[in-house]
């Protein structure tokens, strides 16, 4: 089996910042990537960010300049350090990996959610 636990999340001004971790565990070859997505109520679910096992990153347009996505790659973890917070960014964020559970065998996995709320 494999997991993903995700923290961090809560609620902040507008302007403020917060930093979401992720962290995979189980039966665990290696990770290819992992990612952050985010959905909001009513809203379609969106790519946040996603970076590579070589630390090759991409982000939204939306959060690009506010958002920075890191891994340590020994802890099988994931961060999304988010500054500058708009009430747009409001919403539940997800954590994404593509984890290897055997050499030729790639499975997607999802984290619970965590929900990030930006308001005065």
């Known amino acids: 089996q494999v997991q993903l636990v995700e923290s961090g999340g809560g609620l902040v001004q507008p302007g403020g910042s917060l930093r979401l971790s992720c962290t995979a565990s189980?039966?665990?070859?290696?990770?290819?990537?992992m990612a952050w997505y985010r959905q909001a109520p009513g809203k379609e679910r969106e790519l946040v960010g996603r970076?590579?096992?070589?630390?090759?990153?991409n982000y939204a347009d939306s959060v690009s300049g506010r958002f920075t996505i890191s891994r340590d790659n020994a802890k099988n973890t994931m961060y999304l350090q988010m500054n500058s917070l708009k009430p747009e960014d409001t919403a539940v964020y997800y954590c994404?990996?593509?984890?290897?559970?055997?050499?030729?065998?790639?499975?997607?996995?999802w984290g619970q959610g965590t929900q990030v709320t930006v308001s005065s």
């Open positions: 970076i590579t096992s070589g630390a090759s990153r």
């Open positions: 189980g039966s665990i070859f290696s990770i290819y990537s």
């Open positions: 994404h990996a593509e984890v290897f559970i055997g050499t030729p065998l790639r499975i997607p996995c």
